[in-house]
């Protein structure tokens, strides 16, 4: 058995791949699916999740259901900011959403918060 942390973070990983987990068992019966495969989300660097978190995560909470087994497919999604002064969206360089071109930094956030499945893949 590998060893793993047991701080808050891994908790919350945990707690969201539950959710997840859930949500593909309900949508892959109502397609009349007996397995999962393959489980694809999006997660944006300011969701708060970690990828190999989640990747492990998902493998303890997928046991025991239709999704144990299946493949956890992870689009990481960069942070993106606007900036009305210059009316440019931008990636900032760091997790501080600092213009990239007039350095003001910026509260508007246009995409680096998801935490989302996308698709499953069935049978
Ligand atoms: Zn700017």
Partial sequence: MAGFDVRGLYVHEVSLM???VIIAVKQAREAGAQRIHRVMMRVGALSGAV???LEFAFEI???GTMAEGAVLEIEKVPVLCYCSACAEEFEPADLVC???RCARPS???RRG???QLTSLEVS
């Fill in 113 to 115: 918060r998801e935490l």
């Fill in 61 to 63: 909470v997928a046991k």
């Fill in 98 to 100: 600092e213009c990239t």
């Fill in 107 to 109: 509260v508007e956030i």
């Fill in 18 to 20: 539950q959710d997840t």
């Fill in 51 to 53: 990828p190999e978190t």
